[in-house]
């Protein structure tokens, strides 16, 4: 997902858990979120008295700054930021203690309740996702930020009929053109993806933000792929990370792309300083394989122990990259297929799709990979890579 894809509403995830973009997104372009911040009328003012030599991650620190909403909330989104650009969930730790004050007192605080939310659909804990933001929505009806992230939520889930109707709701309170982008981009997953498709590519970007151009690039991107345009894709890829350099989830597609390509040594380039971001240490590892790179072994020690701590913690935030990693890197096939079955019941992501089938493929159980044909059939879903990967022609 491209997000808030997640993505993926922010997409995301890397797992369009996808963490997805559109509520990344929205989490840093809507003003009216944080629009009753409060700002110091005097730069003298201290806000918050620190000990010699702490830092951000001191737990005073975020102590002292959780005691106050109008300084909790942006401290706690900004962590979320950085844990999506940096890959490193501790962030999401930091954030969650910041929060914890204010979705524990009674009521709880519904910009509070769309924060942490945000972060359990970063760890994948979807239904528990969904049932804070339908609190926070009962307080706050109006909240733009939870009707994208609900939306997000649930097209990871392949609820699409629920997720457009959150972006319904989410276009009657938000800008014309980023209310587009959220239906168009449900619309394009169920049935309509040629509309879809031409409906975002005619959406002028004057006066969008940076980050409001790149979702509308990376959904574009993405139904270009699964129209089979990959000249088309890569320029919208391009495009996108022009105008956000630092979204892993673009970067991640685009890799795929030159991945599907064979460019790998241009997939080594595009990664090269990401390691630290596990879906992207996973493309950098298929490409180090395919080009024979002595950077592998250290990729892949590198992988296994984040798939092994993450497995330590009762986690599975990407189990599809591990799905991935054990069928194109180390070409361990039942494995691959195991994993990519336990992701399938957790999203319904085309990728999702996609990797089953593979999976399923190549350990010689096609029929395994019914469950997400069978959703695809269903949904509409339009997809050429997994026409071709399930080898059922046009």
């Given at each position: ?25 929205a ?17 003298k ?16 620190v ?24 940096s ?38 804990s979807?239904?528990?996702?969904l ?12 909240d ?7 939306a ?26 980023v ?27 004057q ?23 990959e ?24 890799a ?48 296994q ?44 992501e ?9 999976a ?11 469950p ?18 399930a080898?059922t022609?046009?």
């Amino acid at each position: 997902m491209s997000q808030p894809r997640a993505h993926g509403v922010s997409r995301a995830r890397v797992s369009r858990a996808r963490l997805s973009c559109a509520a990344l997104l929205a989490l840093g372009a809507s003003a009216a979120l944080w629009a009753s911040a409060y700002v110091p009328a005097d730069d003298k003012e201290v806000l918050a008295h620190l000990s010699p030599g702490t830092t951000h991650t001191s737990m005073q620190v975020r102590q002292q700054a959780a005691a106050r909403a109008d300084v909790a909330l942006p401290l706690a989104q900004f962590y979320i930021s950085r844990a999506r650009a940096s890959g490193d969930l501790r962030f999401l730790g930091y954030a969650e203690a910041v929060l914890k004050r204010w979705i524990s007192q009674s009521p709880p605080d519904p910009e509070a309740l769309v924060l942490h939310a945000s972060i359990l659909q970063s760890r994948h804990s979807f239904d528990a996702a969904l049932a804070e933001l339908d609190q926070a929505l009962r307080a706050r009806p109006d909240d733009v930020q939870a009707w994208l992230t609900r939306a997000t939520v649930l097209r990871v889930l392949g609820r699409y009929r629920e997720a457009a109707a959150a972006c319904a709701q989410f276009a009657q309170r938000a800008d014309a053109s980023v209310s587009l982008i959220c239906e168009q981009s449900i619309a394009g997953l169920a049935g309509h993806l040629q509309s879809a498709y031409a409906a975002l590519t005619g959406l002028s970007t004057q006066g969008m933000l940076d980050p409001e151009r790149a979702w509308r690039d990376s959904e574009l991107g993405e139904m270009a792929v699964r129209l089979g345009r990959e000249t088309d894709a890569e320029r919208w890829f391009r495009e996108g990370l022009a105008c956000s350099p630092q979204d892993s989830y673009l970067r991640a597609a685009y890799a795929d792309l030159l991945l599907r390509q064979h460019r790998s040594a241009e997939v080594l380039v595009l990664l090269e300083g990401q390691e630290s971001i596990e879906p992207l240490l996973l493309r950098l590892a298929i490409a180090q394989k395919q080009e024979h790179d002595p950077g592998l072994s250290r990729s892949a020690e590198l992988l296994q122990a984040a798939f092994a701590a993450e497995a330590e913690r009762g986690e599975a935030v990407h189990r599809r990259e591990q799905a991935r990693f054990l069928l194109e890197v180390q070409d361990r096939r039942q494995e691959a297929l195991a994993a990519a079955l336990a992701n399938w019941a957790v999203q319904h992501e085309p990728d999702d799709a996609l990797i089953l089938v593979k999976a399923a493929r190549a350990a010689d159980a096609p029929q395994r990979a019914q469950p997400a044909l069978e959703f695809a059939r269903t949904q509409g879903l339009r997809d050429v890579r997994l026409t071709a990967a399930a080898g059922t022609g046009s």
